[in-house]
């Protein structure tokens, strides 16, 4: 069984990757083929370069390393899924994948025979946008973060089009949306495990694992974001519509959904 977490940035993305890579059952997937991550396994094991992929992934899971590197849609499509055993529960998380097409993954995957499960975060605009705009701002990236340039070039292409990625992402078998605003009374295992059971994937904690409170920060929006948006209160309407009082919606492979409520 193969989890896709395709985003949004900013929903705990990280968080589940963290607590996953050494705290429980579930293998992560990171960005297998990065130099940096290369470099940095070859210390512990100096054949990584030649084994298959399976292996690659268990070593880098045996190991605290520490930059999370999460895979890109090219380094995904890439990979042998063949090589994956089929008993094992493998998680691949890029909070952008969403804006991609990330359906081509889910084939490649299913190909090979693994069951695909589907995660998707949401957020709420002013928050979404903020909290990525401070995130790369403190990465130092060399890109305009400015929160206008953020939202109309990355973010936008979700909220625009709200309705059209929940009808694509709910043709798949087994997705499940959850809104990271309404998450304010969970731990971070508590969350996860909600995620996990109600996709019915049998996750087991390490003892070792540290609960932690979930951080919903709230943003002003200083830099008049609600004002520089078109079409702001029609794409907010829908955004309410579908998410506002709801923890997370659960499409079966019957069709069906199931809500969790705040």
Known sequence: MIILHIGLPKTATTLIFQTLTFGTNVIVIPDLFHLELINEMEKYN????NLNDNDKIIEFNKHDYGNYLEPSIPTVMSINYEDLDINNIYFIKNPLFVLDNYNLIVEKIKKAGHEVKIILGVRNIIDESYSLHYHWESLKLEINSCVNVLYNHILSRFYNNINNIIETLFNNDDAIIYNFDNLINYTDKQFILTLFNELKVPIVFNDNVIVKNILINKYEDTECLENSIENYTEIQNIYKHHFENI????????????????
């Open 46 to 49: 100096i054949n990584y370069k």
């Open 247 to 262: 923890v997370f919606i659960h499409h079966l492979k019957d069709n069906a959904c199931v809500y969790g409520y705040k």
